[in-house]
């Protein structure tokens, strides 16, 4: 009997040892993981970002003026890199409207780039985007000629949108506005890219742009047939139009100059205007406006 309670015993101590071993070792196992978790994630957090990615639609800004810009932004860690900070110093490049900016684990910064689209100069020192908002920005890296705006300052969008709808209604006779004036008192000038200068006063802009559009066929005709009389008499000087005045409630009034001749895109300011007034007056024409 009492062998056998010696076994049971020794049974026991040894299952507690075997438990006590194994737990043990589970324990060392444990903490041995995370220590090296740990080592692993300090080692990840000290990793510098290697890796800047910037795409986007970019037709003026460059990928080094990017680059530039970030230049005294610490990329040493990349868990304390701060987007925020990086998209307020890209943001303020002159041609950048939009900046996105996200870490990609584990050493990787994508810029996500979209530049402004100019669409007209406004008063000489300014570009207009398609959205009415000024901005400076290096005009000799434009691709393209863009129209000339002048107006009063917080006018951007109203001259805008009047340039849309009144140049949509001059392309029915090939024309565009080059150069669009917007004074003080909110009259309107359009020089347009034949050179012409219509005066539209401050009302009914749209009904009399259609105004000259319907009489425009018969001044160009008259044009034609000067030219024909001075080419029979063999004069050298021609005559254009120089403005014409659609600040009248029955007609329009158009101003002659007489040139050698005629620039493509003529501005106002260097006009040599003559004296010669030639009338037109709704009784004499019949308008569909």
């Given at each position: 009997m009492k062998d056998k309670q010696?076994?049971?015993?020794?049974?026991?101590?040894?299952?507690?040892?075997?438990?006590?071993?194994?737990?043990?070792?589970?324990?060392?196992?444990?903490i041995s993981i995370a220590w090296?978790?740990?080592?692993?994630?300090?080692?990840?957090?000290?990793?510098?970002?290697?890796?800047?990615?910037?795409s986007g639609e970019m037709s003026y800004t460059k990928r080094d003026d990017v680059l530039a810009a970030m230049n005294n932004i610490n990329l040493g860690n990349f868990f304390q890199v701060d987007v925020n900070e990086i998209q307020s110093q890209v943001s303020a490049l002159p041609w950048v409207y939009s900046v996105a900016v996200r870490k990609q684990w584990p050493n990787e910064v994508k810029i996500y780039i979209v530049d402004q689209t100019p669409v007209a100069l406004w008063n000489g020192d300014f570009i207009l985007n398609q959205f009415g908002k000024a901005f400076q920005a290096d005009t000799q890296q434009l691709t393209q000629a863009l129209p000339q705006f002048f107006g009063p300052e917080g006018s951007e969008l109203l001259a805008l949108e009047n340039f849309i709808n009144?140049?949509?209604?001059?392309?029915?006779?090939?024309?565009?506005?080059?150069?669009?004036?917007?004074?003080?008192?909110?009259?309107?000038?359009?020089?347009?890219?034949?050179?012409?200068?219509?005066?539209?006063?401050?009302?009914?802009?749209?009904?009399?742009?259609?105004?000259?559009?319907?009489?425009?066929?018969?001044?160009?005709?008259?044009?034609?047939?000067?030219?024909?009389?001075?080419?029979?008499?063999?004069?050298?000087?021609?005559?254009?139009?120089?403005?014409?005045?659609?600040?009248?409630?029955?007609?329009?009034?158009?101003?002659?100059?007489?040139?050698?001749?005629?620039?493509?895109?003529?501005?106002?300011?260097?006009?040599?205007?003559?004296?010669?007034?030639?009338?037109?007056?709704?009784?004499?024409?019949?308008?569909?406006?």
């Open positions: 010696s076994i049971s015993v020794n049974q026991q101590t040894l299952s507690f040892g075997l438990g006590l071993a194994f737990f043990v070792c589970v324990l060392i196992g444990l090296w978790l740990t080592n692993r994630l300090v080692d990840q957090e000290n990793l510098p970002v290697n890796s800047v990615v910037i009144l140049n949509d209604l001059l392309e029915y006779r090939d024309l565009a506005i080059d150069e669009l004036v917007l004074s003080e008192r909110f009259s309107w000038q359009l020089t347009l890219n034949n050179g012409v200068m219509l005066n539209l006063g401050r009302e009914e802009r749209v009904k009399r742009v259609q105004r000259f559009m319907d009489v425009y066929p018969l001044i160009k005709t008259h044009l034609e047939q000067q030219e024909k009389r001075n080419n029979n008499r063999k004069k050298q000087v021609k005559q254009a139009v120089d403005y014409i005045d659609l600040r009248y409630d029955t007609g329009l009034a158009v101003g002659w100059k007489s040139v050698a001749y005629i620039p493509l895109n003529m501005k106002s300011a260097n006009r040599q205007k003559t004296s010669h007034i030639f009338m037109l007056l709704t009784k004499e024409f019949t308008f569909n406006v």
